[in-house]
């Protein structure tokens, strides 16, 4: 992708936190930009052409970009794309359905306090829970072993009452998914089985039980695992808000996350090679000449089979997700016996979904973006937060702490979407060749925060990432949601692996 800095637009504020990118000369609905003048000085110029790209792209309706944009493949990460016409597989990404999950349990944070504790705590989670990108239950000894038989249920029906009962997952916990399954191109659930079955005959999934045997795991790079301390916002919302979720204010919290492993990226990669081999076969352009812009017309057999693909490997990110939850508490009462725990919730940043928009039928892509719907919105009728909005899970890094916020109704500016975490400052390899690993380690045994790394990934230190005070401010001074509480981390389960996302 070639960026010529000097002729992009400049962005146009339109209040503290919010501005407007024009593109196409004017023709076209300027993209939506979150963030204050401190954040959008962040967004450099391949990250703001990418955005022009995927505005300018055929079918696009709607592009929000959020204060933790940065480049990322085909669109910015931390963006929105809406068409009621086209589907993306750029914006969902090589991790389909990465996501975060949060699990509170009721031991108090005094309970953790102690660092023999504290080790005994990561030792019980790492024999059930392999980090790192080609781990798996064969490197756990006390995981989850998932023979192909149940893979294939569960990539197919998602969180279905029959997985969560074989896995050992508390079945209530699928109420608190943002989705616990997704079906079809065609609303079924056979769509999803046909197109796996056709897929292991041709040959794509020579190795499918290698890759169901990722389930429970949380591969590397950017992905994580982190006890919390939950401290609720001292106002009477939030504490009315935070009983609704579940939260606990001084009690002991996990954070997680993940996503769709091996399985979902070997789905993703190869939809990209098929697309693109029908780009260059036909010679269609790619929007802004990127060829992780590639699309597919809505009701074609492309975009059928990549929605089905989407589905499959999103299926998966959800049945690993509870399931690494179950495996934490599992492992938490394993060192602090009768120990309770309840999922707060589990939402992706990865994902299409179909929604409205604007008062017509979309469908959504959040590429590093996160689903916000407020109170009385009807996407929650009939879930446990039709009163409140859905839990938003922001994670920011170890050392300055993560988010839970909540949706207001003015976040229709941004399709109902909001950041993903802090977003990136700095690319891995510049932040591999700056940072002192020695600083870095030191910054986390000074705030007694405990990891299992010998070396805290340099790449992924807090150093590495935008401001999450700023970021979270953006979003509060742009009216798109608010905080309820504030996560502490006490210790921190990563690997340094590449990520797979």
Avoid at 330 to 353: D, K, Q, T, W
Avoid at 403 to 419: G, Q, R
Wanted: proline letters at 5%; glycine letters at 10%.
């Amino acid at each position: 992708m070639s960026v010529d800095a000097k002729n992009l637009p400049r962005l146009i504020p339109t209040g503290e936190a919010t501005a407007i990118l024009p593109v196409g000369g004017g023709k076209k609905k300027p993209i939506t930009v979150i963030g204050t003048e401190r954040i959008r000085a962040t967004f450099d110029a391949a990250c703001l052409q990418q955005a022009i790209n995927t505005r300018m792209a055929p079918g696009v309706a709607e592009v929000v970009l959020n204060p933790d944009a940065h480049i990322g493949y085909g669109a910015p990460i931390g963006c929105v794309m809406a068409s009621d016409s086209h589907i993306y597989p750029g914006p969902v990404g090589v991790d389909i359905k990465c996501s975060m999950s949060l699990l509170q349990l009721d031991a108090p944070a005094s309970a953790i306090e102690g660092r023999e504790t504290r080790r005994a705590i990561i030792d019980a989670i790492l024999k059930r829970v392999p980090t790192g990108a080609g781990q798996g239950q064969r490197n756990a000894p006390k995981s989850r072993r998932v023979d192909e038989g149940l893979g294939r249920e569960l990539v197919v029906h998602g969180a279905s009452t029959d997985v969560c009962e074989m896995l050992g997952i508390p079945g209530h916990w699928a109420g608190r998914c943002e989705d616990s399954a997704h079906r079809g191109h065609d609303d079924t659930a056979d769509a999803l089985g046909a197109r796996l079955e056709r897929l292991i005959a041709a040959g794509e999934f020579r190795k499918f039980g290698d890759k169901i045997s990722q389930l429970g795991s949380y591969g590397g790079g950017n992905h994580f695992g982190e006890c919390e301390v939950v401290h609720v916002v001292e106002t009477e919302r939030a504490r009315k808000t935070a009983d609704v979720f579940g939260l606990k204010d001084g009690c002991v919290a996990f954070l997680s996350h993940c996503g769709s492993r091996g399985f979902g990226h070997h789905l993703a990669m190869g939809q990209f090679k098929a697309l693109q081999g029908k780009f260059d076969e036909w010679g269609i352009p790619y929007p802004g000449q990127d060829r992780e812009l590639c699309y597919a017309p809505l009701g074609t057999p492309e975009a059928d089979a990549y929605l089905d693909d989407m589905s499959l490997g999103a299926n998966f990110a959800t049945v690993n997700h509870l399931l690494i939850n179950s495996l934490v508490l599992e492992a938490f009462a394993e060192v602090l016996p009768g120990v309770r725990g309840e999922l707060v919730y589990f939402i992706s940043h990865n994902i299409a979904r179909k929604e409205i928009v604007q008062g017509r039928e979309m469908w959504v892509m959040r590429k590093g973006a996160t689903r916000a719907f407020p109170a009385s919105h009807h996407g929650l009728r009939g879930t446990p937060f039709a009163d409140t909005g859905n839990p938003i899970l922001l994670p920011g890094d170890p050392q300055r702490g993560s988010a839970v916020m909540v949706a207001e109704p003015t976040a229709s500016l941004s399709c109902y979407s909001v950041n993903h975490g802090a977003g990136r400052m700095m690319g891995r390899r510049h932040a591999m060749r700056t940072l002192d690993q020695g600083e870095v380690n030191r910054s986390f045994a000074e705030k007694d925060i405990l990891t299992n790394c010998r070396d805290y990934p340099r790449d992924e230190s807090p150093e590495a990432y935008k401001d999450f005070n700023e970021v979270l401010r953006s979003v509060i001074v742009a009216g798109l949601a608010s905080e309820v509480a504030r996560l502490r981390a006490r210790f921190v389960i990563k690997d340094s692996s590449e990520a797979d996302d």
